[in-house]
């Protein structure tokens, strides 16, 4: 059975940071990249950064410069460190999992930044 254990999330001031933390377990098949999504109350889900298996990433424009994601020491684990963090970054966290036949979802876990 596939899970994505998410961990990191909580409340921060403006100007902070916070470390994401996901751990996946039982995927069988071979993972293209692994993820993180955001979606904020009202809006669309929308990609925040990606890790490829070749280690080259991709990060939305809005965190830029702010946003550093990297794999794990463990299989299968991808971390997100977020910097600088503004009140606009509030929203819940899900990670991602691309495989060639879909993709696989966290639970999500909340960041809430404050003003």
């Known amino acids: 059975q596939v899970q994505l254990v998410e961990s990191g999330g909580g409340l921060v001031q403006a100007g902070g940071s916070l470390s994401l933390s996901c751990a996946a377990s039982?995927?069988?098949?071979?993972?293209?990249?692994m993820g993180w999504y955001r979606q904020a109350p009202g809006k669309q889900r929308e990609l925040v950064a990606k890790?490829?298996?070749?280690?080259?990433?991709m990060y939305a424009d809005s965190v830029k410069g702010r946003f550093t994601i990297s794999r794990g020491s463990a299989k299968n684990t991808v971390n997100l460190l977020m910097n600088s963090l503004k009140p606009e970054d509030t929203a819940v966290y899900y990670c991602?999992?691309?495989?060639?036949?879909?993709?696989?979802w966290g639970q999500g876990t909340q960041v809430t930044v404050s003003s």
């Open positions: 890790i490829f298996t070749d280690g080259s990433t």
């Open positions: 039982g995927i069988i098949y071979s993972i293209d990249a």
């Open positions: 991602d999992v691309d495989c060639p036949i879909g993709d696989y």
